[in-house]
């Protein structure tokens, strides 16, 4: 029946019936009927480039991930209770990708989850309840999440850190408080500062939570040397650190599965979410086995659906199809290819400040000659991708940003498509600087 209302209609209803502050993509918002691939499909037939949608790793609709997890709910879907061969395989998959120490799943299903769930079992190793997390992160949507979440609370309708968050700079070599190749060590002493702070109060650290390229700040890699640095300073006092590999996980960042691994750091607990599921509500917590031991209290964790044989179905689906597709070694040439163009592109048109980003995980900045960031610039960019068939995103704190994140079949002539198409908007009059 929805079929027959207009997109005007649509609108109306959501406007009237649907949560308040839920948002529509676009100044005139689109309607998807169909996915496949790297692509999207609209009402009226349009076909557009995906460069957005890290959920659908493998590609939207991926035929064989469809198929496991069709298969699967006609036969058995219930809950981790029972045993099932689908949760151990599903486990033993994912085992294989993390590094020897992360030897414990905890299966949920939502990045938020999964989050809030880290955070719990370090306040049970630790005792403490003082997290430390970065400037414009965003670690999910509920209670404790938005709480450290600065993406959120210092925000539109937020209200700042509370008592027990707190926050170091956003680790931006390209126009942070620290710039350059060095400024690692500068912003992993901003860590062991808010240490100092928590300690000072007479309490602990908690834990450490940071993306390893950090997503809604704008795709900033974090510079080098930080990550190990700061997780000395962390351990040293007690505090437990995790790597939210939400957006980046899974092969994406192309060098290595996970994106924590570029920094030769193994965290304490690593969170996973969006495309370990292809689009279903996915998400797991791995930890060492000490942090698993003592977040066993006696107190049992359930979770209704976490762990089900159709999302564990699904979940190995996906990690087999990253192998058999070869996804993480396209994810790698393609990126370095495009990230290449995309610098190359930067010389004709100084718009472009910085490229960066791993594998199909990359972003660039709109700037002018003195770096100011351009919103504008860069709404109007991805406004008219869209009217040339290519979705792209804004982000940072400045939302100068443009995100890079497709499904993993993104390919070689997508990539050219997209900096042809690129070229031809960044010449338009109103992508011009003085
Ligand atoms: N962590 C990061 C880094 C995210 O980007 C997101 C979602 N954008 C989440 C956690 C929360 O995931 P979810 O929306 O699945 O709850």
Redesign the pocket.
């Given at each position: 029946q929805t079929q027959k209302l207009t997109n005007s209609e649509l609108i109306a209803f959501r406007k009237e019936h649907l949560g308040k502050s839920l948002s529509l993509q676009y100044k005139v918002p689109i309607k998807m009927v169909r996915g496949a691939g790297q692509y999207l499909m609209d009402q009226l037939g349009r076909k557009y480039l995906d460069m957005v949608n890290n959920v659908a790793h493998v590609g939207h609709e991926n035929h064989a991930v469809v198929r496991a997890g069709q298969e699967q709910m006609a036969l058995l879907n219930t809950n981790s209770r029972y045993l099932h061969e689908n949760i151990n395989a599903f486990a033993e998959e994912l085992l294989a990708t993390l590094p020897d120490e992360l030897s414990v799943l905890h299966f949920v299903n939502?990045?938020?989850?999964?989050?809030e769930l880290a955070i719990r079992m370090a306040k049970a190793v630790t005792g403490q309840r003082d997290i430390i997390a970065s400037e414009v992160?965003?670690?999910?949507?509920?209670n404790m999440?938005v709480d450290i979440s600065s993406y959120k609370f210092d925000g539109k309708g937020g209200s700042g850190a509370p008592e027990h968050t707190h926050i170091f700079p956003l680790p931006d070599a390209f126009r942070g408080k620290y710039r350059g190749e060095n400024s690692g060590a500068q912003y992993a002493e901003e860590v062991k500062k808010q240490i100092e702070i928590i300690e000072a109060k007479g309490r602990g650290v908690c834990a450490l939570i940071v993306?390893s390229i950090i997503?809604?700040g704008g795709q900033i890699e974090l510079p080098r040397g930080f990550l190990s640095k700061a997780y000395n300073y962390v351990r040293s006092s007690g505090g437990i650190c995790i790597a939210?590999?939400?957006?980046?996980g899974c092969g994406r960042v192309g060098k290595s599965f996970w994106g924590f691994e570029l920094h030769g750091v193994v965290p304490d607990i690593v969170?996973i979410?969006?495309p370990i599921g292809n689009g279903h509500?996915l998400?797991v917590v791995a930890c060492t086995e000490k942090v698993a031991n003592k977040f066993a209290n006696g107190m049992e964790y359930f979770n209704t659906f976490g762990g089900n044989p159709v999302s564990c179905a699904i979940g190995s689906q996906v990690l087999r199809t990253i192998r058999q597709q070869e996804l993480q070694e396209n994810a790698l040439t393609v990126g370095i290819h495009l990230k290449q163009q995309l610098n190359e592109l930067s010389l004709d048109y100084p718009i472009i400040g910085d490229v960066r980003g791993q594998g199909l995980f990359l972003g660039f900045e709109l700037v002018d000659h003195q770096l100011n960031p351009l919103a504008d610039q860069a709404d109007y960019l991805a406004n008219r991708m869209k009217d040339h068939g290519v979705l792209m995103s804004t982000d940072g704190p400045d939302n100068n940003v443009l995100k890079i994140k497709p499904p993993m079949v993104f390919t070689m002539e997508n990539a050219e498509e997209l900096l042809f198409l690129l070229s031809k908007i960044l010449s338009e009059d109103f992508m011009q600087i003085n």
């Amino acid at each position: 029946q929805t079929q027959k209302l207009t997109n005007s209609e649509l609108i109306a209803f959501r406007k009237e019936h649907l949560g308040k502050s839920l948002s529509l993509q676009y100044k005139v918002p689109i309607k998807m009927v169909r996915g496949a691939g790297q692509y999207l499909m609209d009402q009226l037939g349009r076909k557009y480039l995906d460069m957005v949608n890290n959920v659908a790793h493998v590609g939207h609709e991926n035929h064989a991930v469809v198929r496991a997890g069709q298969e699967q709910m006609a036969l058995l879907n219930t809950n981790s209770r029972y045993l099932h061969e689908n949760i151990n395989a599903f486990a033993e998959e994912l085992l294989a990708t993390l590094p020897d120490e992360l030897s414990v799943l905890h299966f949920v299903n939502s990045g938020s989850e999964a989050n809030e769930l880290a955070i719990r079992m370090a306040k049970a190793v630790t005792g403490q309840r003082d997290i430390i997390a970065s400037e414009v992160g965003y670690h999910g949507n509920s209670n404790m999440c938005v709480d450290i979440s600065s993406y959120k609370f210092d925000g539109k309708g937020g209200s700042g850190a509370p008592e027990h968050t707190h926050i170091f700079p956003l680790p931006d070599a390209f126009r942070g408080k620290y710039r350059g190749e060095n400024s690692g060590a500068q912003y992993a002493e901003e860590v062991k500062k808010q240490i100092e702070i928590i300690e000072a109060k007479g309490r602990g650290v908690c834990a450490l939570i940071v993306e390893s390229i950090i997503s809604c700040g704008g795709q900033i890699e974090l510079p080098r040397g930080f990550l190990s640095k700061a997780y000395n300073y962390v351990r040293s006092s007690g505090g437990i650190c995790i790597a939210d590999e939400v957006q980046v996980g899974c092969g994406r960042v192309g060098k290595s599965f996970w994106g924590f691994e570029l920094h030769g750091v193994v965290p304490d607990i690593v969170t996973i979410g969006k495309p370990i599921g292809n689009g279903h509500p996915l998400a797991v917590v791995a930890c060492t086995e000490k942090v698993a031991n003592k977040f066993a209290n006696g107190m049992e964790y359930f979770n209704t659906f976490g762990g089900n044989p159709v999302s564990c179905a699904i979940g190995s689906q996906v990690l087999r199809t990253i192998r058999q597709q070869e996804l993480q070694e396209n994810a790698l040439t393609v990126g370095i290819h495009l990230k290449q163009q995309l610098n190359e592109l930067s010389l004709d048109y100084p718009i472009i400040g910085d490229v960066r980003g791993q594998g199909l995980f990359l972003g660039f900045e709109l700037v002018d000659h003195q770096l100011n960031p351009l919103a504008d610039q860069a709404d109007y960019l991805a406004n008219r991708m869209k009217d040339h068939g290519v979705l792209m995103s804004t982000d940072g704190p400045d939302n100068n940003v443009l995100k890079i994140k497709p499904p993993m079949v993104f390919t070689m002539e997508n990539a050219e498509e997209l900096l042809f198409l690129l070229s031809k908007i960044l010449s338009e009059d109103f992508m011009q600087i003085n």
